[in-house]
Each structure stands twice: as C-alpha cells, then as structure tokens.
C-alpha cells in the first residue's frame, strides 16, 4: 500500500529532474513580445566582479547563436540587439546568486529593452556550480512597459565562463556551418580602400610577443591577395616594401590572448595605415587557441582614417599558427644565458650609445648601432624630422644598464630610466642585442611604467 506513494514521488522527483537536463549551451522556451513567440535555443553565463568588486552572475538566452566576441563587447552587444540580429533574455544575480534583475532585449521593442519585474518571476531548479548554471524561468504574470508586453517562459544550461562568457560549443558549431567553408591557409572576403576593392585569398599566422605584457602571447596573422612566405611575414622592411611596391595588399592583424583584436595594419601601395585600441575591431572567432585560429574580421561598414582615407574590410579565414622565434623576440634568462655585470659589458656600451644618439636626434649615429635585421627606416626628410622630435619627446632619461644576460651572438639587457611624460617616476626595459659583424647592435627595446 506504502509503494505505491512513494513510487509516484521518485517518478515525480525523476521528471523534475530530467526536466532541465538540456545539453550544455541550450536553451529552450519563449520569449514572446507582443503576441509573437520567439524561441530560445543557446545558453552563455559569465561570472565577473561588480563595481563593489563583489561576485556576480550574469546569463544571457538568445534565438541565434552568438559569437563571444560580441557577448562580451557591451558595444558591439547592443549593435546586435539593434541591428534586429538576435532576440534574448538578460537576467543577473548577485553574490548570493537571488536574481537581481532581468530583462528582454529585441528590436522589436519600442525601448529595445523590457525590464521585467523580478517579484513577477518564478524560478525552477536553479542551480550553480563551477562549469555552469542552470534551470528554468517563468513570469506569474505579462509583463507590461510602455506600449510592449511579454511574456517569457524558458530553460537553460549555459556554460560559465570567468570574466567572460563561457564557450557555447553548441552555438559555435553553427557559426562555424553558417559560415563559407575555408580551407587552411585560406581567406575570402575583400578589403575596399579609397574606392578600390581586392580580394584576400591568402593567409598566414604566428606567435608573437604582447606589446604590453611579455609573459602573454598575440596571435599576429596576415590575409592577402598573393601568398606570402613566412620569411617575408616576419621581415617587416621586406613586407613593407612588397605592399609599397604593389606586390601584394591586405591586412595584418594583432589578437590578444582574449581573442581581442588590439592593432591593424593596412598594405596598400598608395595608402598604407595603422590602427590601434581595443574595442575598435570586429572578429568573431569560430576556433582560437596558439595552434590554429579561424573566424571572420569586418569593419563596422565604410570607415575614416584621419578625415583622408575611406577603408573597410570584412574577410573569413582558417588558418594554423607558426611559432616562428625571432631574434628580437628572443629574451635572455639565467635558464639560457650567462650573467652580465652591471653596466652591461659590450652589449650594455653599444645600446647606451645608441640611447646617446637616439636623445641627441642623430640619425646617422643611431644607424652604426642598428641592427640589419632591424634597420632604421628610410624616411623622406620631413617624415625623418617628426620621427626625431617625437623619439627625443618620449625616450626615457638617465637611462641606465642595470645587467643582463648574453648567449653567443645574443644579450638581453634590463635597464632603468626615468619617465619621458611624468618626472621623477621610473620606467624599466628589456633590450635585445645581437652581435654583427664584430659589434652589438640594437634588435629591439621595451620599456614599461
């Protein structure tokens, strides 16, 4: 007689269950706004800090896949949303993981947003653990702003990501199917500049170092109109003269290790350009990791350089990862080299008269201590004046060799200076030299507050 009961209550606890047992990055239930559902199929949810520096959880539903890059660019979200490309529910929780708010977002909303009322809201079987957050979310009543109403009435398994959304293998599988379909070391798309179009068929990447912090790596990779070899990828004056000169045209392209495109460089014979910041680039990455990248890099429609050039660009591309070591790139440690006095030894004399010319804005001097693999431009005699000027402006002063390490024909120097814009504070930098032709010359510096 007692079975019976109690049957029933294990099926009951069996269907609760299994009711949000979604595939991890699914969603499933309805939005519906204004009498028109929309079906929700991909789950994110991301764990950050506030401005009280205290945890919070934000998770976001969505009727189309989308890229991380652009869940976790606030800008380039709410373009999305206008833009009429995605219907989602928002919803946050704090600390103690209660909702705090939730919210709709669609074109089709005359605020495109609806803030739903939280005491309006049922949860289901939410739950939080370390790779997700999940369960189901109902409204008792419509929800009502301005002239829009809504209703909503989902579940979801959203993968959690720290700081940023966690990756939706799901979603990213679509992206990737939607998409034209690329072989490695292949590119499609077009790069427009002042009204002039060309085809990127071609591409190449590597390894390289972070401008700003040398214990991370950049993903640099190139798309063009020709293939390129690796030797003139990584020869900076022979890529250069090679787009100057015609050969070949397109984009060299800088990503973080967040995936975040930071600098961009235009080959254009008549026209070539630099670009750099975060946040002002667009790449929806379809695979990211230091062995292999593919994904599509476009430009918010035409835009301006400098009030003198229109450009854009928009181009999908696969494509494996080189690391490929420059001398450069090459920094010496008490692992692979031999302790330099303070001072610098040889090394540390032919960088400090490198500095000595640098600073007194001679360029014929700085030319005797450069290095051939990183020869001093050949500038017209305006361009050569601006260059001095700004050097002089921004080199560090009171630069001092403090040691360093040497193997071979290769020394790192550590030095020390004081900052160009704000006296009295110090900089530190790391110098590479190497040895050419019986004398050290200058491969590259990098200085940091």
């Known amino acids: 007689m007692t079975l019976r009961p109690l049957g029933a209550l294990v099926l009951s606890l069996l269907a609760a269950a299994s009711a949000f047992a979604l595939e991890p990055g699914k969603a499933d239930g309805t939005i519906t706004i204004n009498r028109k559902p929309v079906k929700l199929k991909f789950a994110y949810a991301?764990?950050?800090?506030d401005f009280d520096k205290n945890d919070r959880y934000v998770v976001i539903l969505t009727d189309r896949p989308v890229p991380r890059a652009a869940l976790n660019d606030s800008m380039r979200w709410s373009k999305t949303i206008e833009s009429g490309?995605?219907?989602a529910a928002k919803l946050q929780f704090d600390k103690a993981k209660k909702l705090e708010q939730i919210e709709i977002d669609s074109k089709a909303l005359q605020h495109k947003s609806l803030p739903v009322m939280t005491n309006d809201v049922k949860l289901t079987g939410i739950t939080f653990s370390n790779s997700a957050i999940e369960g189901g979310v109902s409204?008792?009543?419509?929800q009502e702003f301005f002239t829009d109403v809504a209703v909503l009435d989902f579940k979801f398994s959203a993968p959690l990501g720290i700081e940023k959304f966690g990756d939706n293998a799901l979603a990213a599988k679509e992206l990737a199917a939607s998409g034209p379909k690329i072989a490695d070391g292949s590119a499609t798309g077009t790069l427009k500049v002042d009204g002039s179009s060309v085809k990127l068929t071609h591409a190449i990447a590597r390894l390289a170092p972070n401008a700003f912090d040398e214990k991370k790596k950049d993903v640099q990779v190139l798309l063009t109109d020709q293939p390129v070899t690796m030797e003139t990828f990584v020869?900076?004056?022979k890529l250069y003269d090679d787009a100057k000169n015609?050969?070949?045209?397109g984009l060299v392209l800088t990503v973080d290790d967040e995936e975040k495109p930071?600098?961009?460089q235009l080959l254009n014979a008549k026209n070539p350009m630099q670009l750099s910041g975060s946040g002002f680039f667009n790449f929806d990455a379809t695979d990211f990791s230091d062995k292999h990248v593919s994904g599509r890099f476009f430009s918010n429609g035409e835009e301006d350089f400098m009030e003198k050039h229109k450009y854009s660009y928009d181009v999908s591309f696969a494509v494996p990862v080189q690391l490929v070591a420059l001398p450069q790139e090459l920094t010496l440690d008490a692992s692979n080299g031999t302790k330099l006095p303070a001072g610098g030894g040889d090394p540390g004399k032919a960088y400090l008269a490198f500095d000595k010319a640098a600073r007194a804005g001679s360029f014929n001097d700085m030319k005797k201590y450069a290095s051939k693999k990183q020869p001093m431009p050949d500038l017209k005699p305006d361009e050569l004046k601006q260059m001095i000027e700004l050097m002089k402006l921004m080199r560090p002063s009171?630069?001092?060799?403090?040691?360093?390490?040497?193997?071979?024909?290769h020394a790192t120097l550590t030095v020390e200076g004081e900052d160009s814009m704000e006296k009295g504070k110090k900089t530190s930098g790391t110098i590479e030299m190497g040895l050419e032709d019986g004398g050290w010359k200058l491969l590259g510096e990098k200085w940091k507050s």
């Not at 409204?139 to 419509?142: C, E, I, P, W, Y």
């Not at 015609?246 to 045209?249: E, S, V």
């Not at 009171?398 to 024909?409: E, M």
């Open 139 to 142: 409204v008792t009543k419509d």
């Open 85 to 87: 490309n995605v219907v």
């Open 46 to 49: 991301k764990k950050e800090k």
């Open 235 to 237: 020869d900076d004056r």
């Open 262 to 264: 930071y600098h961009l």
């Open 398 to 409: 009171k630069v001092k060799v403090t040691g360093g390490f040497v193997s071979g024909d």
């Open 246 to 249: 015609g050969k070949i045209q």
